[in-house]
């Protein structure tokens, strides 16, 4: 087994890191500055001055297109970023994460991912040329819909909004929330999981369609908070839709194909958040270990103290096993798939946000009373980990799926 990183798989971890080191952590000042300044929901200055600059340094749609496999595409090159891998990508995701608000600057974050993702794999040329293409340029922004307030949303056979053909139409009729995206004003575009036919199969009745923003009869009533954070201008907002009407052409591959297309879509995402969350534990251990070794409490510095050898210990054991597991995963997707990676993608969902959490809420501690305020990036990190447990499926869906993997292996023939 070789642990060693090849040639381009360093050549892009390494430039990420320098462009993020040289270009954007020196404006994380000016960053939270501009958030406490003027109109929280526009656009921030100093990212948008940073774009430029990593599209020119090659650093742009990193993923794209998913895999780096292009065999399916009839079309030009038009629609093609870096092309990396999986494993490329996630060694990429995990420096983006150091710093909350980094993967923006290179055209990396979500949804725009796992929409962008979604469209290329499964869109028409002329929802691509309509959508895609100006995601890709970074010219607009796009949200998720999914997630319903009125049900248990973790088992999406649950999902009650409704998308029913009339005509040359679907109409849309329901509501949603934790609409990640969609609070920013250059989102233009949601990707929308609804139920096409009741009557179908339950694995058979949802659909995706494409539904902009500002249709007729779509309400954003308010922007939820994580733990005390509304993420302006970014947003999780409570939409609701009100006889929406959508060209029947905005339907993704086919009536019936909503959890086809949700797998597909999924599992690259949850390789993403793993791996910017290993990239904030690091952050973490990083700020711990310099608070450690700067204060000092009962006439020695507080690393002096041996509750904190364990702590720092246990957390580097961690990061590095977590970052084992998440890398694991990845090569799995690039060489067999991902169905067959299922087992490998559950168990790092599962364990990367818990692994973080520990981490940042030890860094807090060795901070005390500056570690929960605005004055360190440790709070503001935990909050938007902490969603990671639920998102994307919660733990406990998880880790259903990898304990019935654990009996169909045991199991008596």
């Given amino acids: 087994m070789d642990f060693d990183l090849t040639e381009r798989q360093a050549f892009f971890r390494d430039r990420v890191k320098s462009f993020i080191d040289e270009h954007v952590r020196?404006?994380?000042?000016?960053?939270?500055?501009q958030i406490a300044d003027g109109d929280r929901?526009?656009?921030?200055?100093?990212?948008?001055?940073?774009?430029?600059?990593?599209?020119?340094?090659?650093?742009?749609?990193?993923?794209?297109?998913?895999?780096?496999?292009?065999?399916?595409?009839?079309?030009?090159?038009?629609?093609?970023?870096?092309?990396?891998?999986?494993?490329?990508?996630?060694?990429?995701?995990?420096?983006?994460?150091?710093?909350?608000?980094?993967?923006?600057?290179?055209?990396?974050?979500?949804?725009?991912?796992?929409?962008m993702e979604v469209l290329h794999r499964y869109g028409t040329r002329e929802q691509k040329d309509q959508w895609l293409a100006p995601l890709m340029n970074g010219e607009i922004r796009s949200a998720f819909l999914m997630t319903e307030p009125g049900v248990a949303s973790s088992d999406a056979t649950n999902i009650e909004c409704s998308i029913a053909r009339d005509g040359d139409d679907y109409v849309i009729n329901g509501k949603k929330w934790w609409s990640s995206g969609a609070g920013d004003p250059r989102a233009k575009i949601a990707?929308?999981?609804?139920?096409?036919?009741?009557?179908?199969?339950?694995?058979?009745?949802?659909?995706?369609?494409?539904?902009?923003?500002?249709?007729?009869?779509?309400?954003?009533e308010r922007a939820l908070h994580?733990?005390?954070?509304?993420?302006a201008p970014h947003g999780h907002m409570e939409i609701k839709l009100d006889n929406v009407r959508v060209p029947a052409s905005n339907i993704l591959l086919g009536e019936g194909r909503g959890f086809e297309i949700a797998q597909g879509r999924l599992g690259p995402g949850r390789i993403h958040h793993c791996m910017?969350?290993?990239?904030a534990a690091e952050e973490a251990l990083m700020l711990m270990v310099k608070r450690l070794n700067s204060r000092v409490a009962f006439g020695k510095t507080i690393a002096?103290?041996?509750?904190?050898?364990?702590?720092?210990?246990d957390a580097r054991i961690e990061i590095d096993a977590t970052r084992l597991l998440c890398l694991k995963a990845a090569d799995m997707m690039d060489k067999v798939g991902n169905k067959e990676a299922k087992a490998e993608i559950a168990?790092?969902?599962?364990?990367?946000?818990?692994?973080?959490?520990?981490?940042?809420?030890?860094?807090?501690?060795?901070?005390?009373?500056?570690?929960?305020?605005?004055?360190?990036?440790?709070?503001?990190?935990?909050?938007?980990?902490?969603?990671?447990?639920?998102?994307?499926g919660p733990d406990e869906v998880h880790a259903r799926s990898i304990a019935r993997l654990e009996y169909a292996k045991h199991a008596e023939i």
């Fill in 191 to 220: 990707i929308l999981m609804g139920k096409t036919d009741p009557e179908e199969h339950k694995y058979r009745q949802q659909s995706m369609v494409l539904m902009p923003l500002d249709a007729e009869g779509v309400t954003i």
């Fill in 41 to 115: 929901w526009q656009p921030l200055p100093v990212i948008e001055k940073l774009k430029p600059k990593a599209r020119e340094a090659g650093l742009w749609n990193l993923f794209m297109p998913p895999g780096g496999a292009l065999s399916h595409v009839d079309e030009s090159f038009e629609f093609v970023g870096e092309q990396l891998t999986n494993l490329e990508y996630a060694l990429c995701a995990e420096e983006m994460g150091r710093i909350l608000w980094s993967s923006e600057v290179f055209n990396c974050s979500a949804p725009d991912t796992g929409n």
């Fill in 276 to 279: 910017r969350t290993i990239g």
């Fill in 347 to 392: 168990m790092i969902k599962v364990k990367a946000p818990k692994m973080a959490l520990q981490v940042i809420d030890d860094a807090i501690q060795a901070f005390g009373g500056a570690g929960v305020s605005q004055d360190a990036p440790l709070a503001h990190s935990w909050a938007g980990i902490r969603t990671l447990r639920l998102a994307d």
């Fill in 26 to 33: 020196p404006r994380v000042a000016d960053y939270h500055r």
């Fill in 226 to 231: 994580v733990y005390g954070y509304d993420d």
């Fill in 304 to 313: 002096e103290h041996s509750i904190w050898e364990q702590r720092v210990a």
